[in-house]
């Protein structure tokens, strides 16, 4: 429970906020050359004004950096409950991540162009392999691959995933990014 005393936002705020957001992601998508991108470019796509995008954000750029921030935000809070040590999980991180990416999939094609959001998704993903590392370790298996190299690995699969418009299920994806490893650190204890 929450010390803090949550404020209720005004519905046309949330929805003035959320039009803009589509209104930037559907612009990026046309057109990924973010520096013919204007306030009022936006504001037309959006159908709000120009004075409304400037009650929101300071900029083009103020608005990028809240959709990096709410979209990791978001996807922390999905897989926060998985981090807890529950040998009951129905669905392994990865999977809830990539499930997570992929009801997002038009949001996080464009954001993997900001250098902030990629530095902030890798952290994310070298998380969600420390704490299977961690898990693993519990049960006596030792592992051989740095986690660098896996999160590198994952992570260049993942932005190739979205980038080619995800023609895998997230289950699917996973999988194969598990036997990747798998194999890897299986020929590591070989060698």
């Known amino acids: 429970m929450s010390n803090q005393k949550e404020e209720k936002v005004d519905p046309r705020i949330i929805r003035s906020k959320r039009m803009f957001k589509e209104a930037l992601v559907s612009l ?4 990924g050359d973010q520096s013919k991108l204007t306030v009022q470019k936006l504001a037309d796509r959006a159908e709000l004004n120009r004075a409304t995008f400037y009650l929101h954000y300071q900029d083009i750029e103020d608005l990028k950096e809240q959709m990096v921030d709410e979209a990791l935000q978001e996807l922390t809070e999905t897989l926060h409950p998985l981090y ?3 040998e009951d999980q129905t669905t392994p991180p990865i999977v809830s991540f990539l499930e997570h990416i992929y009801e997002h999939a038009d949001l996080f094609n464009v954001m993997l162009e900001s250098k902030d959001f990629r530095s902030k998704l890798f952290d994310i993903i070298t998380g969600i392999i420390s ?3 961690e898990t693993r370790k519990g049960k006596g298996r030792s592992p051989q691959v740095p986690i660098e190299i896996i999160a590198s690995s994952t992570f260049g699969i993942v932005s190739w995933w979205i980038q080619k418009g995800m023609p895998y299920t997230p289950g699917y994806l996973a999988e194969q990014i598990n036997l ?3 194999n890897s650190a299986h020929r ?3 060698e």
């Open 188 to 190: 590591s204890s070989v």
């Open 28 to 31: 990026l998508q046309e057109n």
């Open 180 to 182: 990747v490893f798998r």
């Open 131 to 133: 704490t299977r590392r």
């Open 84 to 86: 807890a040590e529950n």
